[in-house]
């Protein structure tokens, strides 16, 4: 074996698990990589020169590049996705899992030779700001040109990654190899006990770049529960007034419900002097800090986005994000080396190449851009990014947000009475499938907290210690359930959504500073009438009055139906969360008798 690059390292501990991982797989070379300016244009000319991406257009996209990846690894593959725990109880009945040796056994024969004639390359990484009590260190050793160029991207990566570990053992174990991409040998798994990942048989981002999903929510929410902290699929952002105040909000949404959009979110023209900041657009890592309250910190250091339906009208933040020194993966080309992807600004291009190389016409039946293409880009270059986006302290959270799509029943805006009120909320918020994903329309799939894939453990558990951090909490963020896709009685929208969800932010800010009045409802409070500020938006007060409005009816139906999605989270699933269904129950039945 050459070796390219010496260890920049004395740590015995991690040689000694490199070393282990060498004669595994057997690569021809080993390169430590260490962050640098030099090593990031040698690693892209060795990416280009193998035709691993292209350079894309330099005077509209300077310093981007294109991927395109095998049309069978184009997304996560939760089905190969395993939680590897000693039991398959800690485990829990909505994660797959697999025995630790099994495991161990099944990938470490993939494992063998694997890299035989390709370079392994040692990717030392941050997950969190640089000497932060509240980071983690992770080490993927990969055998792809693509993942180091998107982990230096989404990640703090090299010398300062090593500098920060120093000579301890506390660090994440992360082994990659793409092998010949073949869905039949491909797994994800995680040791979390062993605070190790084994990854095999992708390319595709989200199984492949291990500091994301992997370690920053799987291993990342186990460690949470140990050490006594949360790790969640939420975005931050802080919102400062025309006064300069600050209020950060988290805020957990599953996919197709906006996220990015709301961590970008620039306020309409009535919020004239206010300003919208990220922190972070995907996960948070939140801390009881010295003061009693919830602090958090993104761990990510760059955004892996959904291309399609990113728009300078829907999210230009996002689209100036991503204008310059960016990766897309699996969009389409257009004749001048531009990309291109559904609901992109402007007319749709005549002729493109797609995203597997073929040619495309305007008119087709088939998508130009995979619906799961994807940009990565550096926070750096977001225009509306926090200036503690990177404060090793993190940020003190205000409110957090629950939200799903719910065509019924769930409103606009709605604030828990307490915390078990609000992890009741999380704990059972979810979407309506559509035609196109089940074929059945309007079930609710739940996910609760918008972490069924990403939990490290026991779902029940995982309800179990949200309740107890509060104990922890002596000023603890106020708890809020949101819905934007409510319809009216002819099928559309009640709300006009994007910008315009300013005016509901601005109601949770000022609830959570204990600076405007309430509605209570059996679940709730909701805005009173005249508490939303509807200045400068054209829109019928009774289509408002719908949007925030309770159906005992509709809620009795919601809450029977939890009946067999607790059941399901199996025996660990905390009372308490069943009882705060039942009093809801009680409290409508109540009211139904009394005659409201």
Not at 2 to 25: D, F, G, R
Not at 278 to 284: E, F, N, Q
Not at 337 to 346: F, I, P, Q, R
Not at 566 to 582: A, E
């Amino acid at each position: 074996m050459k070796n390219e690059s010496l260890p920049p390292t004395k740590n015995k501990q991690l040689l000694a698990w490199v070393e282990e991982c060498i004669k595994l797989a057997k690569p021809d070379q080993v390169v430590w990589l260490d962050g640098s300016e030099e090593e990031k244009a040698r690693l892209t000319e060795e990416a280009v020169s193998k035709d691993i991406i292209k350079p894309l257009n330099a005077d509209k996209l300077p310093g981007c590049f294109y991927s395109r990846s095998n049309p069978n690894d184009v997304a996560r593959v939760e089905h190969l996705t395993f939680i590897c725990t000693p039991t398959k109880e800690e485990a829990g009945p909505t994660n797959n899992w697999m025995a630790p040796d099994e495991a161990y056994k099944k990938l470490g024969g993939l494992f063998d030779g694997s890299m035989k004639g390709r370079t392994m390359y040692v990717v030392p990484y941050i997950m969190g700001p640089a000497g932060s009590q509240m980071s983690k260190i992770g080490i993927e050793l990969t055998d792809s040109v693509y993942v180091a160029l998107n982990m230096r991207i989404m990640t703090r990566m090299g010398k300062v990654a090593l500098d920060m570990l120093g000579d301890s053992n506390d660090f994440n174990r992360g082994l990659h190899c793409t092998l010949d991409v073949n869905p039949e040998r491909r797994f994800i798994c995680h040791f979390p006990q062993d605070n190790t990942i084994w990854s095999v048989g992708s390319g595709y981002g989200g199984n492949v770049l291990l500091g994301k999903k992997c370690l920053a929510l799987r291993i990342g929410s186990y460690l949470g529960k140990k050490e006594g902290w949360l790790a969640e699929h939420m975005l931050i952002l802080g919102v400062e007034s025309p006064e300069g105040e600050m209020t950060y909000v988290a805020a957990a949404f599953p996919s197709a419900c906006g996220k990015t959009n709301f961590a970008m979110m620039i306020p309409p023209k009535r919020f004239k002097g206010w300003k919208v900041w990220t922190v972070g657009d995907d996960i948070a890592w939140m801390r009881v800090g010295e003061d009693g309250r919830l602090w958090a910190v993104n761990p990510e250091a760059g955004y892996f986005g959904v291309a399609p339906g990113t728009s300078m009208d829907s999210n230009p933040n996002a689209m100036k994000s991503i204008q310059k020194d960016t990766i897309y993966t699996n969009v389409a080309l257009t004749k001048d080396n531009d990309v291109w992807w559904e609901g992109k600004d402007g007319p749709v291009p005549e002729e493109l190449t797609d995203w597997q190389g073929r040619p495309w016409k305007k008119g087709s039946t088939e998508k130009a851009a995979h619906p799961n293409s994807r940009f990565t880009a550096p926070a750096k270059n977001n225009p509306a990014l926090s200036k503690y986006w990177d404060d090793p302290k993190g940020v003190p959270i205000s409110a957090i947000i629950f939200g799903g799509r719910r065509a019924t029943t769930v409103p606009l805006v709605l604030q828990a009475f307490n915390w078990v009120n609000g992890v009741f909320f999380g704990a059972t918020m979810g979407s309506e499938t559509t035609a196109a994903a089940t074929g059945q329309v309007g079930v609710v799939r739940r996910d609760p907290f918008a972490m069924l894939p990403f939990c490290g453990y026991d779902m029940g558990s995982y309800f179990g210690h949200w309740l107890g951090m509060q104990s922890k909490l002596e000023n603890p963020p106020k708890l809020f359930m949101v819905n934007w896709f409510r319809k009216g009685k002819d099928g559309k929208f009640l709300w006009p959504g994007f910008g315009e969800n300013m005016r509901v932010l601005k109601w949770i800010i000022d609830r959570a500073r204990l600076r405007v009045g309430g509605y209570e409802t059996p679940m709730g409070w909701v805005p009173k009438a005249g508490d939303l500020d509807l200045s400068g938006l054209n829109m019928d007060h009774e289509l408002v009055d719908e949007a925030t409005h309770i159906d005992l009816g509709e809620w009795t139906t919601e809450l029977e139906s939890l009946t067999e999605f607790f059941d399901k989270m199996g025996p660990n699933m905390p009372k308490v969360l069943k009882i705060q269904r039942d009093l809801m129950l009680e409290r409508i039945s109540m009211l139904q008798k009394a005659g409201a």
